[in-house]
């Protein structure tokens, strides 16, 4: 098939059992589409595809020709139109959740809660960029009840570019901070880029959940056309709070508008809600404001956060032989390393010790970010070593590696006991791989 278009795709993609973009997941019944990337050629392995089974290969390449070859003029922009086709069939809610920090685990939190009433279909882990989000769109069926999109960038535009193919009827930005900085070239736009959500709902109609206590989030939400829903205080419930003053105090929370703070929920002592810290409240306020404006009731939304656990790599507990390890390895930029340290300092463990390893993509903000989460951990008096060639350089720690080998061999050569350990740092850093070594 020469020059297919969106609707000939759709037809493909409706005979298929889904759409692959890795040749190494190719097998009966799929469609593959062939993608383009510095180091490597999807169009390489289009025959193969077939050979698996794969019902077609949509390919760029004008040079392949063959049964099952469906050629197009830009394997990406064929995958992002048909995901848009698929997505317009869609009668339930498109929610569209971006942030500086804290998207995947309150995207999880908001999938729970509404699971609990609803057919939910939800971005699969970080599947949430420009391939990603298609790929998302397409994993989801025509009859869900409710579509949960994560959408991620690292400049300006790209969020309005996913808006696009995602077309979200409803929203919510859970932070604005320091991430991205490299692409984004600074906080105001870090703000403008995040606020293309904001302004797409507004230009389409949309709605956006907003919380009220983030003064940069109400002035990104001012916007004309923009239909808000502001919560997280006492006078814009649900209104979320710790029953006291340590890090994994019980939640309770409201949602009677007025209400001087007192539980909604049956249990009067709070909901031992397994998430730690001021910034997880956040995430947690955020996922029952969902869970209520979408009509989930209170004891299905209790019920979801009881059962709710950490996320892989971020913030989940590991005991080891010899130590407690806190896994927070996902990602890191300066405002969740600084709000992490915060909650592990408060946490009061025995014998802490954070290991950070370098943040990447700050660009000409590199050495005030990392002397910035240096200082954090002077503050809260944790001892603190850092591994990485921008830590090294910028914000030395108690003891300092520039390279992951070392950090390594220093810790095998300690072999220290009865420590609490929390380990945080961009992914290309990998610090999960300490794990074996604590």
Known sequence: MEGATPQQLLSLFDRSKGVTTDSRKCGPGLLYIALKGERFDGNEFAHEAIAKGCIAAVVDDPALHGDGIVSVENGLVALQQLAREHRRRFKAPV????????????????KAVLSEELKVHATHGNLNNHIGV?????????????ALVEMGANHQGEIA?????????????????????????????????????????????????????????????????????????????????????SVDAPVQWTSEPGHSPGPWHSDMDGLNVQLHGAHQLQNIQAAIAVGVHF?????SINSALLAFLPVDQRGETVETSRNTVIVDCYNANPSSVESTLRAFAAGQHPHPLAILGDMKELGDHAAEGHQLVRNVARECGIECWVVGTDFAAHAPGDRTFALMDGLRHALEADAFSGRTVLLKGSRSMKMEDLVSVL
């Not at 009509?295 to 004891?299: F, M, S």
């Open 95 to 110: 929610f569209g959740l971006t942030g500086s920090n804290g998207k995947t685990t309150t995207k999880e939190l908001i």
């Open 295 to 299: 009509g989930v009731a209170p004891a």
């Open 134 to 146: 298609p790929l998302t769109l397409l994993s989801i069926p025509v009859d869900t009840e409710f």
């Open 161 to 245: 570019d996913l808006c696009q193919i995602a077309q979200p009827t409803c929203g919510m930005i859970t932070n604005v901070g320091l991430a991205h900085l490299e692409g984004f070239g600074g906080i105001e736009g870090v703000k403008k880029g995040k606020q293309e959500l904001f302004r797409w709902l507004a230009s389409d109609g949309g709605t956006a959940l907003v919380n009220a206590s983030d003064g940069d989030l109400m002035a990104l939400a001012a916007l004309k056309g923009l239909a808000t829903v502001p919560y997280g205080t006492e006078d814009a419930p649900p209104h979320a709070w710790r029953n006291g003053i």
